[in-house]
């Protein structure tokens, strides 16, 4: 599109002002071509006309849309020109106190003059780590882009900070040589990064003045290279100056300062180590003295003194070494007062007495004499004399002040290379940064030799900062594929050749300088006549003594006056001579022969200078300031160009250095003479504005149509949207990942959606008044023809009224009024009689209703009565079953007092083995014995097992022949549903045809029928409220039936007692014939109920015929009467018999409806009944099923242990009667098994009978229509009934549910008890074996050689204590096994949480039983040194952290609850208080565990710190996770892929990412047993981290302040929520520690204008600081043209409101804070005892005791 036709109504411009530079204006008329003025409107409102050329026309600059205003890359706006930078900058800097702005690749920094909280610690880190544009522009941003390329490039980087004197370079370069000290922590102890730091506070002591400018204004120029190693750490430094500015040492201008350095001295004079200094005060010398300003506001000289003291001594740099420096200071200020006077003529001499001279030679020990007199005299060497001659006063008050001048500049020389000395540390340089910190475009009024030296360095930079910035354009371009183009860019290689070329400005200044007579004008002459041709040139016309030079900046007027003299810097020999024999080393040493030393040359980019280097000097010939310069600024050249450059212009907003004042003409002085206006001319002549797809789609999608947005190829989409857009195709590039746009397509594309918004938000106007306006005029239209009739109504009746019409409508009045009392009256008195008829019905139905509550009550007793019963003789079984139990206890304890008679005997065979050598005969009887035995148990077994098979089979029969009859019941109630559906319908049918018969007939009687059916109605709510209440009821109980009968199915899948079960079966049975009874009964009472509620509904009835034939007999005839009998109910009766007929045929349908729907969901229900049924005897099966199998377990278990007993003592007889027992036990049982299956059976027979006897009763019932009323009683009474079965049902159920649990718990009792005695039988059955084994082997070896040996005596067995037994030397595989070579992954999966610090603890136990202190101070040790080694060594894997958190955690609290102190042992069992520790106290190790596991906890928060941080921006900030909701804008040129290689192989992290891995963390955690307090910590603290790390970012990023993305931020907390509510993790108040966040949301949506709303957020953002809140507040961005920016004012306000609130000025949250962890004390509840230990943890060399 053509730029001419972006100037069209409402669009705005900048035009030229003499005062605000530019200023803004509106146009109101589209301009066309030929146009003589373009039409303007001011922001005062007055109307301007903007005269053009009609054949050319130069308009005006176009104005940025708002919604580009403010933004972080000045090369994001779409029109790159001057007043749009300007504008941008004094945005963000007055109304959002933003200072920092990007230019392409260039850092704006506007000096603030006021003390920011944004150069913290924590501002450091927020920035360390991030990529360039990802965060708001800072310098820290710049430090990290180039430590960051310097460790990915492996090329060394520089970073150039330049602007004018107050701009804020030195508090820049300041700010980023702290930032390298602080990310690249040297580790050492030389603490090289410190001393780093801490040469600032010394070069600015010795380098920086006060000037009119600025207070602390560096006159020298600074690179400082700091070094790093290949680990990217800080190993030294080094500082190259450059033009120190020496003349300040004697001169300074009104309202300026000397060195800093002299004033702190002399506010020290009074202090004893400086008394030998005879120092006054600084206004006494003249040297300080000059301006009559001696002291800065707000700065103390004798603080900065300490500090700069310290800081010497932090350098290394010593007293004496110090003390002389001060003397060197000290001894300037004396000489500068020195006083030198006339001596007549042109002679000049000194007072000998000069007190001034007696200290200086005092501390400089120089000869007074010699010093007094060569300051006065000078020698000239002729040919063939040398003559000495006197000088001028003028001249002797110069060499005194050049004098001054040299011994400062080799003082500041000698300062800076102890400093680099001291910065030096051993160790190879493997890359540097270089921070350069020098001096910006300068002009003045008066410019001198100073200015043009400045000048001509920033023409070189300008240079360098040109092609660097043409180089980068140019990959760009080449990166995304988009043919290159040339670029025409300024060139300022014309002024560097006018400057440095042969026959230059600094060639013919050092040619003027060798000539003895060479002056001043003699140098300007030779200017004008050889440089007269160059146009960079000029000589002012009213000047003789000044040139003019065309700078990149401006041109520059310099006064020649001076220049020789300081190029010259000349110094007499004489007193160079007096110098050199000081008896102070340090001065001495300052004039001593200096070496040259070549430095090497470094390869890079180089610009070439067109002036040849100079020769090196030597004593007759010595090298002038200006060559020094050039060739200083060469060498610096070729480092810039060897480094890859950042650039940091600093600008100074106000001369009057007020705080966040903005001067709009110095700070354009100071953008043109930086280079940054040079970058937008550049960057605008291609394509300014990239945008990548993504943000041009959410952007623009409302600009496309439907098919285009349906593609589902973003990039595809833009590319043919932006090609109809815009039709000239030169005016954007595809690129690879961004479209590139010319200077204006991006605010015509704002103007295309603007108006796209405006069009649409015109329709939505449109519609709406449109509609509001039709509203309007019909409800004027209908109030006009109400009024209308009103009137022709009143017309009407005015013509027709008569006095006769007026008596015959008095008279029909009251004959209505009559009539219609009499009607009412008898209305009155049929309804009065109905109201007593149906109050009698419900007094009966209330009584009746008490009546069967009494019984209800009558059978609850006899229930009551049946239960204790039950209870009593479970409570007899319980105490039956202990005593077995006590009696089973004594049994094995004579078993085991056998056993040890029995051993005993062994071990008297023992002793007689040497004589007696039958013993072995015995021995095999016994044997055969056995086998006998175990022979016939074998034949058992195989018989028992044939029993259970062909059990099983019957009971798979029996349930295959119930599924067949629960089919037969399911096809026989299809066929009843198919049978009333057709009665239904037919019934349906007839009462359509009766009502259209009485419709017609209806309508003459409708007010007795409203009253009719007005009765009718209530009754018929009540019956409906009745029957739904009852099938609430019924469904609830079914509910509560089958959730009972799942219960119970559970319950019986558990191992049970066979003995138990059978006894249970046995009461059940014998219950059954007793409810039977009892349920007859209530069949019985239930009937006679019926008949009485028959007769007394057949009298109501014949009372309701009397009363009605009573009320109608003087109404209709005889015979009508009676037809209202009930033998001819089916006539249709006319008057109020054919509303009563009507309204009985619409109740006796709504009835049949009703109970038809009631009778199928009844079918419906008893069918499902009988399918429960069938799958609960299915259970049955298969438990009985099972519990046959584990009663031939517990038989076989048995049998074992008796046929290993049976050889070694005399119980077997004992053992075979309860085998016995248990078969005959198990045969009852299956006999019991086939009686209840016989009667279930039977059960559900009889239960498919009643429902086909329910269905025939029905179907006989809907014949006849007068007996629905009957039939409706007889089924609430048929519910009721089944209300109270399921209920007796549900207790029945209950009852069972209850025995079968008491069931459950005492088989698990005994189930452990017989596994612990079997286990211990099987132990001593071993133990027996291992015996017999030996004994055999003594048998033969006494065969052998007939010789008797001892033999070791057998081990008594004992209980399982809970502990594992093992060798000393075994402890180290024990300690592999069990720590070092565990892994999360493998084994511990399938085991127990917690095992390994339960097997730990267990063999702790074993060395406090047997005493052995060595013993368990050993394993303590090397338990907690494996787990420190494993955490060591996994330090990253978070798994392995969960998993020993959580068992040293538990291994804490396992010491804690068996260490025998009262306040753990409250919830401990009797056995765990028994095996408590009882040898030695582990209080000390429990500590050491304790911050073991304090260490694990803090790691492990660091490993989920590490993996979530990366997640968090994005997820949380960055990630749309509202759709539709694009809170998007172009971010320029720093881009976020600037600094990655590939933006597309990163990972896009979204909400669900973080969730994600919290759900992976919390899983992990649960997984490995941890508590649950501890779970709940560790989630809060990561929810913190959450928070903190997203608030953070939003304070450096003001993209992310604005309403949209307060949404977003709002949604995404809401489902961390929801996740922390699906984990129930609610209690950990982790969602609390969002609340800064959550407010901070709130804070982007909430409006901001008025004074409620300035009251609104100081008091809703309580957890918000109140720098955070003004931070908010300033950064505001508004994503749309139709939001608004917070005014100042209405901050001010908030400021206000917020002035008396306490709380922390650090703007950002301290996201590595950790809260306190605490590790609660939980008992465990496993038996130690009857832990197993797994045999994949290869621990078989420990033994369980």
Request: net charge positive; glycine share 4%.
């Amino acid at each position: 599109m053509a730029v001419l036709e972006l100037y069209t109504a409402y669009n705005r411009v900048w035009i030229a002002d003499p005062q605000h530079v530019w200023r803004s204006a509106e146009i109101t008329r589209d301009f066309r071509p030929g146009d003589s003025a373009l039409e303007l409107r001011l922001e005062s409102g007055s109307v301007s006309l903007y005269p053009v050329d009609p054949s050319n026309p130069k308009l005006p600059p176009l104005r940025n849309p708002d919604i580009l205003v403010g933004e972080n890359d000045l090369t994001a706006l779409s029109y790159l020109h001057e007043p749009a930078v300007l504008h941008n900058l004094r945005v963000r800097f007055e109304e959002s106190r933003i200072i920092y702005t990007y230019c392409g690749i260039i850092l704006v920094a506007v000096n603030p003059y006021k003390q920011l909280h944004i150069y913290g610690d924590a501002i450091i880190h927020a920035y360390s780590g991030q990529n360039m544009g990802d965060m708001d522009p800072h310098i820290f941003a710049v430090a990290e882009e180039a430590y960051k390329q310097m460790a990915r490039n492996h090329r060394n980087q520089s970073i150039i900070v330049s602007g004018e004197s107050g701009a804020g370079k030195t508090v820049s370069a300041r700010y980023a040589m702290r930032y390298f000290a602080v990310v690249s922590k040297s580790g050492s102890t030389t603490r090289v990064e410190d001393k780093v730091l801490a040469s600032n506070p010394i070069t600015e002591a010795i380098g920086n003045a006060k000037t009119t400018r600025n207070d602390n204004s560096s006159r020298f120029g600074k690179y400082t290279e700091i070094s790093f190693d290949k680990r990217y750490r800080i190993i030294g430094a080094n500082m190259r100056t450059y033009l120190l500015e020496k003349s300040r040492v004697v001169f300074q201008a009104g309202n300026e300062r000397n060195y800093h350095i002299f004033y702190q001295l002399c506010s020290c004079a009074n202090l004893p180590e400086f008394k030998g200094l005879r120092l006054l005060s600084a206004d006494k010398f003249r040297y300080t003295g000059l301006s009559g300003d001696i002291t800065i506001e707000g700065i103390d000289d004798r603080k900065d003194m300490e500090e700069t003291r310290r800081t010497f001594s932090l350098l290394g740099l010593k007293d004496d070494f110090q003390l002389a420096v001060f003397k060197v200071l000290a001894a300037i200020l004396h000489l500068g007062n020195v006083e030198i006077r006339e001596s007549g003529g042109d002679k000049s001499s000194i007072a000998r007495d000069d007190p001034h001279l007696a200290v200086l030679c005092q501390l400089l020990g120089l000869s007074a004499e010699d010093l007094a007199h060569w300051l006065c005299h000078r020698r000239i060497v002729l040919v063939a004399e040398t003559v000495v001659k006197p000088e001028p006063k003028k001249r002797a008050v110069n060499a005194r002040d050049a004098l001054a001048k040299q011994i400062y500049a080799h003082l500041f020389d000698c300062v800076i290379g102890r400093i680099n000395a001291a910065l030096k540390v051993p160790g190879k340089q493997h890359a540097f940064i270089g921070v350069l910190d020098i001096y910006g475009f300068e002009t003045f009024d008066i410019n001198s030799f100073e200015q043009f030296c400045i000048n001509y360095a920033n023409e070189k930079l300008q240079q360098q900062f040109n092609l660097h910035v043409f180089k980068l354009e140019q990959e760009e371009y080449m990166k995304e594929d988009i043919p290159w183009t040339l670029i025409d860019f300024y060139d300022n290689q014309p002024v560097i050749d006018l400057i440095e070329a042969k026959m230059g400005i600094l060639d013919l200044l050092d040619e003027e300088c060798l000539f003895p007579q060479g002056s001043d004008q003699s140098w300007l002459q030779k200017l004008s006549s050889y440089l007269e041709v160059s146009p960079l040139f000029e000589k002012p016309r009213l000047s003789n003594e000044a040139f003019v030079i065309q700078h990149f900046a401006d041109k520059v007027e310099y006064q020649c006056r001076g220049f020789l003299e300081k190029n010259r810097d000349t110094l007499y020999e004489e007193l160079v001579e007096v110098i050199r024999v000081s008896k102070s080393p340090l001065l001495a040493s300052f004039f001593q022969e200096e070496e040259d030393q070549n430095s090497a040359n470094v390869r890079g980019f180089k610009v070439r200078p067109a002036r040849p280097g100079m020769k090196p000097a030597n004593k007759q010939l010595r090298a002038s300031v200006g060559d020094k310069f050039s060739r200083s600024l060469s060498l610096l050249m070729e480092t810039l160009n060897a480094t890859t450059p950042h650039y940091v212009r600093c600008i100074k907003p106000n001369d009057e250095k007020l705080p966040f004042e903005y001067d709009s003409r110095r700070v354009v002085q100071q953008l043109r003479a930086c280079g940054v206006l040079e970058t937008i001319r550049i960057s605008a002549q291609s394509y300014p504005s990239r945008w990548t797809y993504i943000e041009f789609y959410s952007r623009y999608s409302i600009l496309m149509s439907q098919q285009e947005g349906d593609l589902g190829n973003k990039k595809v989409t833009c590319m043919n949207v932006l090609k109809r857009l815009i039709q000239d195709p030169n005016q954007y590039k595809f690129g690879r990942t961004k479209i590139f746009f010319r200077a204006g397509q991006v605010a015509y594309l704002e103007k295309l959606r603007l108006d796209r918004l405006r069009g649409a938000c015109v329709t939505i106007q449109k519609r709406f008044r449109g509609w509001s306006q039709r509203r309007k005029y019909l409800r004027m239209r209908q109030a006009a023809i109400i009024l209308q009739d009103y009137v022709r109504g009143k017309r009407t009746i005015r013509k027709s009224v008569s006095a006769a019409t007026l008596k015959r409508a008095w008279a029909s009045v009251v004959i209505q009024r009559h009539w219609r009392g009499y009607r009412m009256r008898q209305v009155y008195q049929l309804v009065l009689i109905a109201s007593v008829t149906i109050q009698a019905f419900t007094r009966g139905w209330m009584a009746r209703r008490r009546y069967k509550k009494m019984v209800e009550e009558q059978k609850a007793l006899v229930l009551q009565k049946y239960a204790r019963a039950w209870l009593a003789r479970r409570r007899f079984q319980t105490m039956r079953r202990l005593v077995l139990n006590v009696q089973l206890s004594y049994r094995v304890q004579q078993l085991r007092k056998k056993l040890e008679e029995q051993n005993k005997e062994n071990r008297g065979l023992m002793e007689r083995l040497t004589s007696e050598a039958n013993a072995r005969s015995q021995s095999v009887d016994r044997v055969q014995g056995l086998e006998v035995q175990l022979e016939k148990v074998t034949n058992l077994k195989a018989s028992v097992e044939a029993r259970e098979r062909k059990a099983k089979e019957d009971a798979s029969l029996q349930v295959v022949q119930l599924q067949k009859e629960v089919a037969a019941l399911q096809s026989e109630n299809q066929s009843v549903k198919k049978k009333f559906d057709v009665s239904t319908s037919e019934a349906k049918e007839s009462f359509d045809q009766i009502k259209m018969i009485l419709v017609d007939e209806k309508e003459h009687e409708a007010r007795l029928r409203k009253i009719a059916e007005n009765n009718i109605e209530i009754q018929r709510h009540d019956h409906e409220k009745e029957v739904e209440s009852l099938k609430e009821e019924l469904k609830r109980l079914k509910e509560e039936k089958v959730g009972l009968q799942r219960q119970v199915e559970d319950a019986g899948q558990a191992n049970a007692d066979l003995q138990e079960q059978v006894v249970q079966l046995s009461k059940h049975v014998k219950l059954i014939p007793e409810l039977n009874r009892e349920i007859n009964s209530l069949q019985n009472q239930r009937n006679g109920a019926e008949r009485k509620m028959k007769q007394q509904s057949e009298q109501a009835r014949a009372k309701m015929v009397e009363i009605t034939r009573q009320l109608l007999s003087g109404v209709v005839q005889e015979d009508v009467l009676l037809e209202l009998t009930p033998e001819n109910s089916e006539k249709i009766y006319e008057l109020e018999d054919v509303v009563k007929s009507f309204d009985d045929l619409q109740k006796a349908t709504r009835i049949l409806e009703n109970h038809q729907r009631e009778q199928r969901e009844r079918s419906e229900s008893e069918a499902e009944g009988l399918k429960l049924k069938v799958e609960h005897l299915q259970k049955e099966s298969g438990q009985l099923q099972n519990l046959f199998q584990e009663k031939s377990n517990v038989n076989e278990s048995i049998r074992q242990e008796v046929s290993r007993l049976s050889s070694e003592n005399s119980v077997i007889p004992e053992l075979k009667l309860q085998v016995t027992e248990l078969q005959r036990q198990k045969h009852a049982l299956e006999a019991r098994v086939e009686e209840q299956s016989t009667e279930l059976a039977e059960k559900t027979e009889e239960l498919t009978a009643d429902f086909q006897r329910t269905v025939k009763e029905e179907s006989s019932q809907r014949r006849h229509l007068e007996e629905k009323v009957k039939e409706l009683e007889e089924l609430r009474a048929d519910l009721q009934n089944q209300v109270d079965e399921l209920e007796e049902e549900n207790d029945h159920v209950k009852r069972q549910h209850l025995m079968a649990n008491e069931v459950k718990n005492k088989l698990r009792q005994e189930t452990s008890l017989l596994t612990a005695e079997n286990m211990d039988l099987e132990e001593q059955l071993d133990q027996k074996n291992r015996l017999i084994k030996r004994l055999q082997n003594q048998i033969k070896s006494l065969e052998a050689s007939q010789k008797a040996k001892r033999t070791s005596t057998p081990i008594i067995p004992k209980d399982y204590l809970g502990m594992l037994e093992y060798k000393r030397e075994d402890e180290p595989r024990l300690i592999q096994n069990i720590i070092l070579d565990l892994k999360p992954k493998g084994v511990v999966v399938n085991m127990m949480p917690g095992l390994p610090a339960y097997l730990l603890l267990m063999c702790v136990r074993h060395a406090d039983y047997l005493n052995d202190d060595v013993k368990l101070k050993s394993l303590m040790h090397n338990v907690i040194s494996a787990i420190k080694q494993v955490i060591v060594s996994h330090h990253k894997d978070f798994e392995l952290l969960s998993f020993w958190l959580s068992n040293t955690y538990q291994l804490l609290n396992c010491l804690k609850q068996y260490s025998g102190e009262e306040e753990f042992m409250k919830q401990s069992s009797p056995r765990q208080k028994k095996n408590c520790l009882q040898n030695f106290d582990l209080s000390e190790h429990r500590q050491i565990i304790s911050d073991l596991a304090i260490h694990i906890y803090h790691q492990f928060i660091s490993v989920l710190e590490r993996s979530l941080v990366p997640a968090i921006v994005p997820g949380m900030l960055e990630h749309e996770s509202l759709q539709g909701i694009s809170s998007m804008k172009p971010t320029g040129f720093r881009k976020r892929s600037n600094s990655v290689k590939d933006e597309e192989d990163s990972e896009a992290h979204t909400i669900s990412s973080i969730i994600q891995q919290l759900s992976v963390l919390h899983s992990t955690m649960s997984q490995h047993g941890m508590e649950e307090g501890l779970i709940h910590q560790v989630v809060k603290q990561m929810f913190f981290l959450v928070g903190a790390v997203s608030l953070n970012n939003i304070m450096l990023r003001k993209d992310m302040c604005s309403c949209r993305k307060g949404m977003q931020i709002r949604c995404n907390i809401s489902y961390l929520d929801e996740w922390l509510k699906e984990r129930k993790l609610q209690s950990s108040e982790a969602i609390h520690t969002l609340k800064p966040l959550s407010q901070a949301a709130w804070l982007l949506q909430v409006n901001k204008s008025t004074d409620d709303d300035a009251k609104e957020i100081a008091e809703k953002c309580t957890e918000l600081r109140p720098v955070q809140i003004v931070k908010i507040l300033n950064s505001y961005t508004p994503i749309d043209d139709f939001e608004k920016r917070v005014s100042s004012s209405f901050v001010r306000k908030v400021q206000s409101l917020l002035q008396d609130r306490d709380g922390s000025t650090q703007l950002m949250l301290d996201a590595d804070y950790r809260f306190q962890v605490t590790f609660p004390f939980r008992s465990s509840i496993q038996a130690l005892e009857l832990l197993q230990v797994p045999n994949s943890l290869n621990l078989t060399f420990l033994t369980r005791t």
